[in-house]
């Protein structure tokens, strides 16, 4: 019964562990899941939303506006004006006083007016548009450059999970020719300075697998911030494959997809259209212009009442005559920012001239080191082959079997990093001079 229970308890803490971890068997199914759930991907919908709402406000402001008033006023005195008394009849010479209008007044009406030609307007309308593509633009460079760190540390990840497994063969060796070492220490064929540099080169490499984890930890932990997943651990079932090192065909100087640049061309194109904007503010503005209203006049008594409507329409013309030096200063601003902003899209256009170039040189140097360092590996590979038959022979001094194996190591080391740089900088090669 106590089995049982056990067995039931530790199946569902696996099955738990196993559902609280993120799985994946890609780089692609890494990206596509930042690309739903990572914060700066939610952030990018959220940023494009709402510069398509400015725009909307914007060409909302080109369309009719109709508005309801109503107003109730009480006017203690009325204004009133003489009128000769010959127009009522009379054939004196004497005024009569005349009130306009009754104490209470309740009107209420409609109003519509709409911009006929507003040229300052229209290409605020512009701006806000070419803005929606900006704030596209630069949401996309965000994601790319996610994608980007993913990538990176996709491989780092990858990189030491294999060295990992590499050093728990290099451990269980080192382990093996320990013994072998304690076993004539014991017999008095081996005197206690060399058994320690063997502890010691057993430790080391016990220090490097601790080394290749922490590594490997601080990859997953990138990863899991990037992803939004700080809680849910990380398990990467890819491995580093065979890379064949191909030959690279793309052109590097084609950063014309890059979505960094994309902004650049549209905020400089946000510049023109702000430097228009301010030069159109001074032209004439035209709109139309129409007003209904009825009038509700009346007494204290509420029999002595009259009503009446009125109705106009018309057109409105603005013409900036003078607005002190603000239009003027205005519009050497937007000059400034238009330079500005073209400055800025060549120093883009040549940081990531200058990366892609970066990413490119750094895989073809990778790609020449393959075929060396797999030939320097297979040949630490077969030294210490015969160094661990040797040692275990007793033939092979404690210093030279050091230097072997050390030697080893390093070049083991040096040919995964050098497969791994391959495969990272063509994988960023390819992401980048592709449609997104």
């Known amino acids: ?55 909307a406000l914007q060409t909302a402001t080109l369309l009719p506006k109709l508005s309801g008033f109503s107003t109730a006023d009480y006017y203690p005195i009325i204004a009133s004006q003489l009128i000769p008394a010959s127009f009522f009849g009379s054939k004196s010479d004497e005024y009569k006083k005349v009130q306009f209008g009754l104490p209470f007044i309740v009107t209420a009406g409609l109003e519509l007016s709409m911009p006929i030609i507003n ?27 996610m994608h980007l760190q993913l990538t990176q540390f996709y491989f780092q990840y990858l990189v030491y999970k294999k060295l990992q497994a590499l050093n728990q063969q290099n451990e ?13 220490f014991k017999q008095d064929l081996l005197n206690p300075a060399d058994l320690n540099r063997y502890i010691n080169m057993h430790i080391d490499i016990q220090n490097a697998g601790l080394q290749y984890a922490k590594a490997q930890q601080q ?37 014309s997809y890059r979505p960094a640049l994309a902004e650049m061309n549209w905020r400089y194109a946000m510049a023109q259209h702000t430097l228009a904007e301010s030069r159109r503010a001074v032209l004439p503005k035209l709109a139309l212009y129409s007003k209904y209203a009825y009038n ?15 109705n106009s329409i018309g057109l409105k013309l603005d013409v900036p005559l003078f607005n002190g030096t603000f239009n003027a200063h205005q519009m050497q601003k937007s000059a400034i920012q238009l330079q500005i902003a073209g400055l800025e899209k060549e120093r883009i256009s040549n940081q990531l001239l200058q990366q892609q170039h970066e990413w490119e040189n750094s895989y073809r140097i990778a790609r020449l080191q393959n075929s060396s360092l797999q ?38 080391m040096d040919y995964y990093q050098n497969l791994t740089d391959g495969i990272l900088f063509y994988t960023l090669l390819q992401q980048t001079t592709q449609t997104h």
């Not at 509700?296 to 009125?310: K, L």
């Open 375 to 412: 030939q320097k590996l297979s040949n630490c590979n077969e030294n210490l082959r015969i160094a661990l038959l040797q040692v275990k022979e007793g033939v092979m001094e404690v210093e030279e079997f050091n230097t072997v194996y050390r030697d080893y190591l390093k070049t083991q």
């Open 172 to 184: 269980a060796d080192a382990q093996h020719v320990l013994e072998v070492m304690q076993l004539r």
């Open 1 to 55: 019964m106590l089995k049982s229970f056990i067995l039931s308890l530790l199946l569902f803490c696996s099955f738990t562990t196993a559902f609280a971890q993120l799985q994946f068997n890609s780089l692609a199914e890494v990206i596509q899941y930042a690309d739903q759930h990572a914060t700066v991907a939610r952030e990018a919908v959220l940023y494009k939303s709402s510069a398509q709402q400015d725009a």
């Open 119 to 145: 040229f300052e307007k229209w290409e605020t309308v512009a701006k806000t548009k070419a803005q929606v593509n900006q704030v596209q633009s630069n949401q996309n460079a965000v994601l790319e450059n």
């Open 219 to 255: 990859a997953q932990l990138n990863l899991q911030n990037i992803l939004n997943q700080s809680a849910a651990p990380i398990v990467i079932s890819d491995s580093i494959s065979n890379f064949t090192f191909p030959d690279w065909k793309g052109d590097a100087s084609t950063i």
């Open 296 to 310: 509700w006049q009346m007494r204290f008594d509420p029999n002595t009442h009259a009503g009446y409507d009125v």
